[in-house]
């Protein structure tokens, strides 16, 4: 019975890992999905909300990135306010930027759309390199670190 608890401790050790692990990667499949996104704006031009209902449902997304996405279009089709409190991954900054970006997709010219599109680009790479980064350094560590804190306490009550 006593070897039963320490295997159950050492595994509810490791799920609560394993949930903060999901953070880091939730992150970086956020920033893969809005840089896939801009991607077809892009290649679609024109920024017609008939384009962005297909290239949702073209698409096969989690539920955060398919609320972005809902909101984005209850925002151009109703005026709603562009509110993205939900996304729990993103800090304040983040959420922002993201806001300002989707907001001002459309207020340009075709050039201008270009360029915007393109700083849109860069700065999702740069944040897609950062959580990858993050996701690839910390998950192992957390993920080893906590084992070996489960071994531990299961040393320490044997």
Same mark, same amino acid.
């Given at each position: ?80 306010? @562009? ?61 080893? @670190? ?13």
């Amino acid at each position: 019975m006593k070897y039963l608890l320490m295997f159950a401790l050492i595994g509810v050790i490791m799920i609560v890992a394993q949930g903060v692990c999901k953070q880091y990667r939730e992150r970086y499949v956020l920033y893969e999905a809005l840089n896939d996104f801009f991607r077809q704006m892009r290649l679609n031009l024109g920024f017609q909300k008939q384009k962005i209902n297909q290239i949702l449902n073209q698409t096969t997304l989690k539920r955060t990135n398919r609320d972005i996405y809902v909101a984005y279009l209850n925002y151009l089709d109703n005026g709603d306010n @562009l509110d993205l409190d939900f996304v729990k991954v993103l800090d304040d900054t983040e959420r922002e930027q993201l806001t300002n970006m989707l907001r001002s997709l459309g207020k340009n010219d075709t050039s201008g759309e270009l360029k915007q599109l393109d700083a849109y680009d860069i700065y999702l790479k740069d944040k897609m390199d950062r959580t990858k980064a993050e996701r690839d350094k910390y998950c192992p560590l957390i993920t080893k @670190l906590s084992f070996l804190f489960a071994i531990g306490l299961a040393i320490l009550f044997v």
